[in-house]
């Protein structure tokens, strides 16, 4: 790590390894094709995703004693296809649909003070509208309101449109400020905006806005608001004519406690306004205004006009209500009551264990329109169960709401927004966590769902005798009283189709190789809350799916896949063999519903091995298959279902070395570097000799290409030779076999050769040449498509210790290439550039493209003896994960966890008499929850399955005692076969029903669950034990500890705190608990120490003893028999110590609120002593010592700085003399303060920093992590020349590149102080994205080619991975 922390060289880049996974809010409409459902989403960190919803279907066989029925299975997916990089926090977002338009427009809130208006498009023809094209978005608008920062007082922390036309929008902020834009269309079809009109209203607090729908009448947005008085002068007017001790002791006690809303008159209620905006006049006005319940917090707009009623559904605590102006009061259900009810207002249903005291707030609400006249609504609650919000509109007018009807659907993960989709989908984009997507099985369920009624809610109102509606809906036992409970499960009514990942929050990182047999170290985060808690293992690569394998008579020398041109399903043509190649011997499989070997009624020649193989023609025409033999080439023909054979054979005594082939080309190389080119005649259909040339050397390796689509051959063949050259010859008619170009390797040598077709980023195509070589490095060049020429700046990138052999794959629709090392490698071109990735799977020899109805794109290979069929892809798809975004592609394992993790070390624990064993020790605790023993006491079910399995056990009683025959054993035979069937069915519609389900809620303060978990990286991270803690006591850190006085044994030392509470911050007593690891896999508890002085949120082992921060206090402990033994510490410290580390004599404390502080420990005196401190006041989150003088830290602003003990700074810290006045040494202006060398602003709360080498023997780096699941590192520079580079790089995209929400990059990257030595990797990324023209006009600033710098921007990726 010295690269980072020397002073001339402190210069870093950010790179991104993951994007962000939390999505703040989204939204569903057509945006990029008409009728096509696609969703956006607004990522923290600044990113804009655009996903289309994908629905294909799979056929799949059942085949049956009697017939064979062919059934097709719907697969759902979400599929990326544009990520906008914004670089600003993202706000809020609304989507139109202009008047006019057949696609969907959005509106972007964000921090750079501007009204951000984008749209979206795509080259995908109407009758195709699931291609693959590339989507492009457009700035349309982005006109400036005010300041940028997100401010209380400036717009854009709400956004809502007018539902009908989208003929305005309104953009607010959080307090005053309201704005509205007018949207149009001018003669030429373009949408316009005018200038805002405002709708302000001081001192007033908006809590949720919308558009309500009501017709083409003028534009009207309701607004969720309190407006509060100036100071409550009247307030405290009337206390200060108090006098008397009584009243003021009174006053006293009043002003101990918060002042409730509505309780100084209707100018401090919750309400509901109306603002109008009047087209004519071109003005907007408040137009009126409600009361509503004081728990309001979300907003949703009924339809209107033709649609429905019109209206908002309010959503509370405990309540949902329905407010429109001008709405009748619901009938009493009591016509005798003299109480009159003025809300239309229902209770929703309860939880069984859910205590009466507490409330359950409604979160979001969305509203779907089914059809003319029919609508509903569904809510979520803040414990995640889902209800289903009907109105029952009056017979006689149908604009009159009666009443309100409320049922459970299910119990989802909390989320931002409810996305529901005409295709009966719902989307989810999850508070924390994985995202997804659910398919509705039933909708209609008012008839035998849990469910209540705004007239029984009216009802027992009335029947109370209270005579405050406000007092009545405020309290939450009267709502407990009268709706009905529920005990949550699995679900019933819809089920998961697909998950979208999500590591959001991330609380820890480790990065390490702990799993004992693998190249590249793995990265162990912890994410997630409550249930949805993980340890995740990300490893970097593509994930496979292992679909077969076989068993092979030797170790093969090469497989080929021959398409089947005579079937074809779909448009796509699928494999007719697979052709394995050994020493002596050609295996030949046929491709059906079951692989079976072929014999000579293939045509193959079986006795020789096979060095390429084809099927000929382009699909119209059959024109055989050619197999190449080193004795000759052979032309397979069937006709009149008979086979047809024809050779040509190598004159002389020389042999066929290498070969290659395609639709229409052969090309062939013999001994001393003759190379013989075939073409298929189309007229005839016979193979013929077209040219021959020598070379003068002998050939490692040749490729004739793809054939492009809609041509007949492929101008272009590459060919290694053993004089370290690579030449490419011309295959065109008038030039056969001609030298275009030629590329020099220097010392090492070609060993395979490929030519690819691929994507260019700007919709063209372009020709791509890869080599492996037998150093174990692939080289990568472009080609000019017309001349041939090979670019003068290959990409190069070592891939491991074998030889690399090369081929071309097809995954996701896309032109690929396969790559095999030491491991195997995924390339791909994607967004403009190239993108590859290592498969997470074992070494690979040989490989190819394989294509079959169970297996759309999937790869056929050899490992060993053994033959494989792979598939590239989260659960056998692609899923989109390399190329068509930026993140690089890493593929997790998820261990689920009790609670929230809070954090890991590792421990080296003793495994018999000398074995030593690493594992891993994690702490989990949830505030608010109760423990696992006292859940299951009270009959909790975290999966929700208990209720489903009884039933299912009852049900499969009851058929059994409804079999009567005895006698025949076959039918029972067959019964049982069906029954397992079905129970291997059950088992798999169950897993897609699983839902996390929070625990039961404590009614008091300060209960806690938590443990401690010991799990074996080595073995998937398996539990190796846990232990569960005591009633309300909870872990919040731990950390490996070798005491000198147990003999350096590791041991497992805990920090915990018991019945601790948030607000305000309090608890009743810390301990430091230590645990020994028994033979590497049980933990034996040692003993407990209590601590005074605060909670213990941070330990460290430091010179064989243990350091403890405890509140404000520094303490050293040493090892005693019955508890830790003090031994010295140091008080008063600013607010409380979040973090820390150790190294030699010297500790490095981090604040809670005041940054970083450098401690030395005086062995002689034994004391701790402050030796210096940082000028700046930062919230430590976290921290990673870099150096003795050097630490990285980062703050909950989002920001990452570096920080430098001055030389010299620490001599003074110790008096060695006794002579310096204690005053002296006490003075706040005597300590030395930090040197500052980089400052980052990330945008998203850094969590955990770990330092650590990505790839084996590669230099080191800072991974940094956050609370959004971003994974990142800042990579030191090298060379000078990197610095100037990235530096003028980054200077000119500050300026060329877009601003989708008007955010200055640098000023946003400086968002708390400047930027300084951190050069935004990000910022430079998007120089891929640019148009050519523009990537010219900076390729030329920076005196390199376009090819030059995309290169340089490649490399320092593949340095770091």
């Known amino acids: 790590m010295s690269s980072i922390t020397s002073a001339a060289a402190m210069k870093l880049l950010d790179i991104r390894l993951k994007h962000a996974g939390s999505i703040i809010t989204s939204a569903i409409g057509e945006f990029s094709t008409s009728g096509v459902q696609e969703i956006v989403c607004l990522r923290a960190g600044g990113t804009i995703d655009l996903f289309r919803i994908v629905i294909t279907n799979v056929s799949t066989e059942n085949n049956d004693d009697d017939e064979e029925d062919e059934e097709e299975e719907v697969q759902t997916t979400l599929k990326l296809l544009k990520r906008v990089e914004t670089r600003s ?29 984008l749209a979206f498009d795509t080259a995908t023809p109407a009758n195709n509208k699931n291609s693959d094209a590339s989507v492009t978005y457009k700035i349309i608008h982005c006109p400036s309101f005010g300041k940028s920062g997100c401010r209380r007082d400036t717009p854009g922390q709400y956004l809502a449109s007018d539902p009908r036309g989208g003929r305005a929008v309104m953009i607010a902020s959080t307090e005053k400020r309201k704005l509205v834009y007018v949207l149009n269309r001018d003669s030429g079809g373009n949408i316009t905006i005018a200038s805002p009109l405002e709708a302000h209203r001081p001192r007033t607090v908006v809590f949720d806005l919308v558009g309500v729908d009501n017709g083409f009448d003028n534009p009207i947005f309701a607004s969720l608001e309190v407006q509060y008085p100036e100071y409550e002068d009247a307030v405290l007017a009337e206390r200060k004519k108090k006098t008397d001790e009584e009243d003021r002791e009174k006053m006293e006690e009043e002003e101990r406690h918060d002042v409730e809303l509505g309780q100084h008159g209707d100018g401090y209620t919750k309400q509901l306004a109306y603002y109008e905006l009047d087209l004519g006049l071109n003005h907007v006005s408040r137009r009126w205004a409600t009361s509503t319940v004081r728990s309001a917090c979300c907003l949703a707009a009924i339809p209107g006009g033709l649609d429905g009623p019109s209206g908002v559904l309010v959503g509370g ?5 329905y407010l429109h102006e001008g709405m009748s009061p619901p009938s009493s259900a009591n016509g005798n009551s003299k109480i009159t009810p003025k809300r239309l207002i229902c209770a929703i249903p309860r939880r069984e264990l859910h205590p009466k005291s507490k409330g359950i707030l409604i979160t979001t609400i969305s509203v779907l329109r089914q059809k003319k006249g029919k609508f509903f609504a569904l ?8 209800y289903k919000v009907t109105l029952q509109m009056s017979k006689e007018d149908k604009t009159v709401v009666t009443h309100m009807t409320i049922c459970l659907l299910d119990t989802l993960p909390i989320g931002n927004g409810l996305n529901i989709s005409k295709l009966a989908l719902l989307f989810v984009p999850a508070e924390f966590g994985d995202h997804g997507l659910y398919q509705f099985d039933a909708i209609d369920i008012e008839d035998s769902a849990v469910k209540f009624t705004s007239e029984e809610t009216i009802s027992a109102f009335v029947k109370s005798g209270e005579s405050s509606e406000d007092a009545f809906y405020a309290s939450s036992e009267n709502a407990a009283a009268i709706v009905p409970t529920f005990r949550p499960t699995i679900l019933r009514n819809m089920h998961k189709v697909f998950t979208l990942d999500s590591l959001a929050p991330v609380t820890s990182v480790l990065v390490g190789e702990l799993a004992g047999n693998e190249v590249s170290p793995q990265f162990y985060t912890l994410c997630g809350r409550g249930p949805r808690s993980s340890l995740r293992i990300l490893r970097h690569g593509l994930s496979v799916t292992e679909l077969a394998v076989s068993e092979l008579p030797g170790v093969p020398g090469g497989v080929f896949n021959v398409r089947d041109d005579r079937t074809t399903k779909n448009g796509k043509f699928y494999d007719r063999y697979i052709v394995v190649s050994f020493a002596d011997a050609t295996l030949v499989l046929s491709v059906g519903e079951t692989v079976e070997e072929m014999g000579k009624e293939s045509g193959f020649l079986t006795s020789d091995p096979t060095l390429a193989c084809s099927a000929l023609g382009n699909g119209d025409k059959d024109g055989g298959i050619v197999q190449v033999c080193p004795g000759g080439v052979r032309h397979i023909r069937r006709v ?5 054979v024809s050779q040509w054979s190598v004159p002389g005594i020389k042999k066929i070395e290498c070969a290659s082939a395609n639709e229409s080309q052969i090309l062939i190389a013999l001994a001393g570097g003759e190379l013989i080119y075939f073409e298929l005649d189309p007229m005839s259909g016979n193979l013929t000799e077209a040219c021959t040339r020598d070379i003068g050397t002998d050939v490692c390796c040749l490729d004739v290409g793809p054939v492009p689509k809609g041509k007949s051959r492929s101008l272009f063949a590459v060919v290694g030779s053993r004089d370290s050259n690579v030449r490419l010859l011309s295959l065109a008619p008038a030039s056969l076999l001609e030298p275009k170009s030629s590329t020099t390797l220097g010392a090492t040598k ?13 919709g063209a195509s372009e020709l791509t040449m890869t080599v492996g070589l037998e150093d174990g490095s692939a080289l990568r060049a472009n080609v000019d498509p017309i001349t041939g020429a090979i670019s003068t700046s290959p990409s190069r990138r070592f891939l491991g210790a074998r030889p690399v052999s090369v081929s071309r794959v097809t995954l996701d629709g896309s032109p690929s290439t396969l790559l095999l090392s030491s491991r195997p490698w995924i390339g791909r071109n994607g967004n403009g550039r190239h993108s590859m990735a290592p498969m997470s799977y074992a070494p690979l020899d040989h490989g190819c493209s394989f294509s079959n109805e169970a297996v759309r794109e999937g790869i056929v290979a050899t490992s060993g003896t053994t033959l494989r069929i792979l598939s590239v892809g989260e659960n056998g798809g692609n899923n989109a994960l390399l190329g068509n975004d930026d993140d690089e592609a890493f593929n997790a394992t ?6 929230t993790p809070r954090q890991m070390c590792l421990l080296s624990a003793k495994v018999g008499e000398t074995g030593k064993k690493i594992v891993l020790a994690l702490v989990e605790s949830d505030y608010n929850d109760y423990g696992a023993e006292e859940k299951k006491s009270m009959g909790f079910d975290g999966t929700g399955r208990l209720k489903t399995t009884s039933k299912k056990i009852e049900s499969k009683s009851n058929d059994d005692a409804m079999d009567m025959d005895e ?5 029972d035979a067959n019964n049982e076969e069906k029954k397992e069937e079905a129970d291997e069915e059950d088992e798999d519609d169950i897993n897609t029903r699983l839902t996390p389900i929070r625990g039961p809620v404590p009614s008091g303060k300060g209960h806690w669950g938590s443990c401690v978990r010991l799990v074996d990286p080595q073995n998937a991270c398996s539990t190796l034990d846990c232990v569960e803690l005591n009633r309300n006591e909870a872990a919040l850190c731990c950390a490996s500890v070798r005491f000198h006085s147990r003999g350096g044994e590791s041991l497992l030392a805990v920090g915990t705190v018991t019945s601790m509470t948030m607000h305000p911050l309090g608890h009743k007593e810390s301990h430091v608990v230590l645990y020994r690891v028994v033979n590497g896999d049980r933990l ?13 949120l941070s330990l460290v082992h430091f010179q064989g003893r243990l350091l403890v921060g405890i509140g404000r206090t520094l303490r050293l402990y040493e090892m005693g028999k019955r508890q830790l033994l003090k031994k010295c510490e140091l008080r008063g410290l600013p607010t409380m110590v979040k973090t820390l580390h150790a190294a030699g004599d010297r500790a490095y404390v981090g604040d809670m609120m005041q940054s970083l502080h450098f401690i030395r420990y005086d062995s002689t005196a034994n004391r701790l002593v402050l030796v210096a401190r940082d000028r700046s006041s930062r919230p430590i989150t976290c921290q990673e010592l870099l150096d003795m003088n050097t630490v990285a830290v980062g703050d909950k602003f989002g920001n990452v700085s570096i920080l430098r003990l001055p030389g010299g700074a620490d001599v003074g810290a110790i008096d060695v003399t006794g002579t310096r006045a204690l005053w002296d040494s006490s003075r706040e202006d005597a300590t030395p303060k930090l040197e500052t060398l980089c400052t980052y602003h990330v945008g998203e709360v850094v969590t955990s920093m770990t330092r650590a080498s990505l790839v084996a023997g590669g230099a080191e780096s800072l991974v940094y992590v956050t609370v959004t699941g971003r994974v990142g590192a800042f990579v030191p520079f090298t060379s000078r020349e990197d610095v100037e580079f990235y530096t003028s790089l980054e200077g000119y995209l500050r300026v060329e590149a877009p601003r989708p929400t008007g955010r200055d990059p640098q000023a946003y990257r400086s968002y708390y102080a400047p930027t300084k030595h951190i050069i935004d990797g990000d910022l430079c990324d998007a120089y891929a994205q640019l148009p050519y023209e523009t990537k010219q006009k900076i390729a030329e600033q920076l005196d390199r080619s376009v090819g030059e710098v995309m290169k340089k921007l490649e490399d320092t990726k593949n340095a770091l991975l």
């Open 750 to 762: 070609p060993y395979s050769a490929a030519l690819s077709i691929v994507d260019g980023g700007d």
């Open 89 to 117: 926090t993202l706000r809020s977002l609304t989507a139109i649909r202009i008047s006019g338009s057949k696609k969907d427009v959005i509106l972007v809130g964000a921090d750079g003070g501007c009204l951000s208006l």
């Open 894 to 899: 998820n261990v689920s966890l009790r609670y």
């Open 640 to 644: 009149n279902n008979q086979v047809n």
């Open 379 to 386: 809510a979520q609650s803040e414990l995640g169960d889902v």
């Open 1084 to 1096: 034996q508890f040692l003993h407990r120490t209590k601590v005074d002085d605060g909670p213990v």
């Open 317 to 321: 605590e405990d309540y949902i209500e």
């Open 967 to 971: 006698d025949s054993d076959d039918d």
